[in-house]
């Protein structure tokens, strides 16, 4: 599933330290009080990101991000992440399985006990639908480690694996920002969203990877095997 999974857990660890950074920069406060944060810099900043997009709102940005809204929420991704789920174990993929289901269930149980602990407002007059604390982001975060979890466990490494990565970037970052955009989140909301959900995706995979190959070295479990004319290679290498 990964080709060099260390480096994967070295970028996961140093993603994991910036959201460590971002949760401190934030901090608890009243939930009246938001964007107000520990590091005040970062909600003053909140606070201006949050003037520019009243400033720059046009109709045809926003019902982009109304739909963006609509296909990052628990409506669409759970469905998706159920039915990935199922296809990987119909293909017998069990290492990119278990990755997957760690990198759901690790990122929402974070992503509640953040919410809950931290409890912070959201923006005022938000432009879409909003449930619960702002922090972080919910879409950020199911954006960012849905994105990366598919492409880890959906490609081989290579050259068409490392296009789809930019791919996932990239909706990953529309994603954050239509968030802002909509006034459901804060910019620190967002930021810290995707710190999770790929620190979390790319740990998951390197953790499993890893956890795999020791087995399979032991001979606790037979080398995986790729199903023939299978493109998707469930192998490590």
Do not use: N
């Not at 009243?54 to 045809?60: E, G, L, S």
């Amino acid at each position: 599933m990964l080709t060099d999974h260390r480096r994967a857990l070295r970028f996961s660890i140093i993603l994991l330290a910036c959201l460590m950074f971002m949760l401190v920069a934030v901090g608890r406060h009243p939930e009246a009080e938001a964007p107000r944060t520990t590091i005040a810099f970062v909600g003053e900043f909140d606070a201006t990101v949050q003037r520019w997009s009243d400033d720059i709102r046009v109709d045809p940005v926003t019902g982009l991000f109304e739909f963006l809204s609509l296909i990052g929420g628990g409506l669409v991704t759970i469905p998706l992440r159920i039915a990935v789920s199922a296809w990987l174990v119909i293909r017998r993929r069990f290492v990119a399985f278990s990755a997957f289901v760690l990198t759901w269930a690790a990122s929402e149980v974070l992503l509640t006990w953040f919410k809950l602990f931290f409890h912070r407002g959201r923006p005022p007059d938000p432009l879409v639908d909003t449930v619960g604390f702002s922090f972080p982001s919910g879409h950020a975060v199911a954006g960012a480690a849905l994105a990366v979890a598919l492409v880890l466990v959906s490609l081989q490494p290579g050259p068409l694996r490392r296009k789809w990565e930019l791919a996932a970037v990239g909706f990953t970052f529309v994603m954050a920002l239509s968030r802002v955009y909509l006034s459901a989140h804060w910019f620190s909301d967002v930021v810290t969203g995707v710190l999770l959900g790929t620190g979390i995706a790319l740990g998951a995979a390197a953790l499993v990877t890893e956890i795999t190959k020791v087995l399979t070295q032991r001979g606790a479990i037979p080398i995986p095997e790729q199903p023939p004319g299978d493109p998707l290679d469930p192998t490590l290498s």
